[in-house]
């Protein structure tokens, strides 16, 4: 049995991993999905000072009072931050971790000051202080959404589910830089590329063996590499399959590449 620690992206909360618990759970595993402080049935407990650190704590909460070690680890989107933040102070507790469509973030970088230019952080700092009660990123409007994601595979019924639990993410996440020791950079990890979302083992195969240092470092280690054909919400979409996928990456099956020349 293993069992799999679920922090989502910005927005969403644990109830976002439902289904996908379900098919875990069905399948054997133990699923332990994680609303992170200001977000799903924590809205309320969002401040001005909630950041990536807050979110850490969050996680590293839940595997010392859950009595959790040897967990898969699983970062969908915005939740890496905080989910390598913990594998770095508590690496003892944590057995792999999980890239789910996400981006692999280094120490110092935050969500807008690395993957955002200054048009655009401006563009949400404005909607922080003028609808956000200067503290939250409101929820994308439905046409801007797919700006953060591909929304592929979400039907009608799985779009207004979203837009009715998702709420304004904590502005101090996105801001607040990653602090990472290198603690945690000896674990086993699996990253799982949704493909409609464009992104592909391809593309980071031919990044590797163009010798982009990025990747050195990331698949010189115990990696793996799946694809989802999905957008960037595989847990609402296509939650058989994901769980699936989870369970491959557990147990350390998945696509290794080859070192390049």
Not at 71 to 86: E, K, N, Q, R
Not at 229 to 234: A, C, F, L, Q, S
Not at 239 to 261: F, N, S, Y
Request: aromatic residues 6%; contains cysteine; glycine residues 12%.
């Amino acid at each position: 049995m293993a069992v799999f620690v679920l922090v989502a992206g910005g927005w969403l909360g644990g109830w976002a991993w439902r289904d996908v618990a379900a098919e875990l759970e069905g399948a054997g595993h133990r699923a332990v999905p994680v609303t992170l402080t200001g977000l799903g049935d924590r809205a309320h407990l969002a401040t001005a000072e909630t950041g990536v650190s807050t979110h850490i704590q969050d996680i590293l909460n839940v595997l010392e009072y859950e009595e959790l070690s040897g967990v898969v680890l699983v970062g969908h989107s915005y939740g890496i931050f905080p989910v390598l933040g913990a594998a770095d102070r508590s690496p003892g507790r944590v057995g792999r971790v999980v890239f789910l469509d996400a981006a692999a973030p280094r120490d110092g970088q935050s969500v807008v000051n690395t993957f955002m230019d200054p048009e655009r952080r401006a563009a949400f700092e404005e909607r922080v202080a003028t609808k956000g009660e200067g503290l939250r990123l409101p929820l994308p409007e439905p046409h801007e959404l797919p700006l953060w994601g591909s929304v592929d595979g979400l039907d009608d019924t799985a779009l207004a589910r979203m837009r009715r639990l998702a709420v304004g993410h904590p502005y101090g996440s996105f801001t607040e830089p990653l602090r990472l020791t290198g603690a945690g950079d000896g674990l086993p990890a699996s990253a799982v590329f949704c493909t409609a979302n464009g992104n592909t083992v391809a593309m980071i195969e031919a990044l590797y063996r163009a010798g982009d240092p990025r990747l050195r470092a990331v698949v010189d280690k115990d990696t793996t590499f799946f694809e989802l054909p999905t957008g960037h919400y595989p847990m609402l979409s296509v939650p058989t399959a994901t769980a699936r996928v989870l369970i491959d990456a557990a147990e350390g099956k998945g696509r290794r590449l080859e070192p390049g020349p």
